[in-house]
Antibody, heavy 124, light 111 residues
Framework: QLQLQESGPGLVRPSGTLSLTCTVFGDSVTSDDYYWAWIRQSPGGGPEWIGSIFYGGYTFYTPSLKSRVTISLDTSKNQLSLKMKSVTSTDTAVYYC????????????????WGQGTLVTVSS | QSALTQPPSASGSLGQSVTFSCTGTSSDVGGYNYVSWYQQHPGKAPKLIIYDVNKRPSGVPYRFSGSKSGNTASLTVSGLQAEDEADYYCSSYAGSNHLRVFGTGTKVTVL
């Protein structure tokens, strides 16, 4: 059964870099069945897709965050990571990693499962 | 990319049905049959309940159903149960570069 678990600092200083790791259990990050996604949810708000990565070499980002975000895979540790630079208070949110289930040769994808999420607060 | 529009709240009595919408544009909901729905209880991660507009993952009760017409997708919960009280979010593929967008969310209350 696929499970994901986020980890990383819960507090980041303004203008600093947010760094999170997601460990994947039950499948390999090299699987053909999944992209791997980062999604965030601000307090009281809806989810926001940050980006997704596929082992085959594709990385996609939401346009509004593309200049500040890097998503990468560490196949030796079966992990994905998120780095977001120049953070401000508006980046305070619960950050989730998720399996981004893919169907080859189509654009059909869905997010399942999700990790439990980790709250990151941007504050001095 | 704008969030998909959902009514903030919906309600129904135990055993009754509730339907609520998710409205986008021809660039997302209307352009592709790639809508999914997620249920979120307080303090928990979202959980997939519908994908590909109207397909249920294994383990999701039959009382959850999805549909789409034009730029609007809908989720129906039939035979409301107390445990269905939660926030619900839609999501759609939104074109090139794997772009995805979520809805603003609907809080369902079981009366």
């Amino acid at each position: 059964q696929l499970q994901l678990q986020e980890s990383g600092p819960g507090l980041v200083r303004p203008s600093g870099t947010l760094s999170l790791t997601c460990t994947v259990f039950g499948d390999s990050v090299t699987s053909d069945d999944y992209y791997w996604a980062w999604i965030r949810q601000s307090p009281g708000g809806g989810p926001e897709w940050i980006g997704s990565i596929f082992y085959g070499g594709y990385t996609f980002y939401t346009p509004s965050l593309k200049s500040r975000v890097t998503i990468s895979l560490d196949t030796s540790k079966n992990q994905l990571s998120l780095k977001m630079k120049s953070v401000t208070s508006t980046d305070t949110a619960v950050y989730y990693c998720a399996g981004d289930h893919r169907i080859p040769s189509t654009a059909l994808t869905w997010f399942d499962p999700w990790g439990q999420g980790t709250l990151v607060t941007v504050s001095s | 990319q704008s969030a998909l529009t959902q009514p903030p709240s919906a309600s129904g009595s135990l055993g009754q049905s509730v339907t609520f919408s998710c409205t986008g544009t021809s660039s997302d909901v209307g352009g592709y049959n790639y809508v999914s729905w997620y249920q979120q209880h307080p303090g928990k991660a979202p959980k997939l309940i519908i994908y590909d507009v109207n397909k249920r993952p294994s383990g999701v009760p039959y009382r959850f159903s999805g549909s789409k017409s034009g730029n609007t997708a809908s989720l129906t919960v039939s035979g409301l149960q107390a445990e269905d009280e939660a926030d619900y979010y839609c999501s759609s593929y939104a074109g090139s570069n794997h772009l995805r967008v979520f809805g603003t969310g609907t809080k369902v209350t079981v009366l």
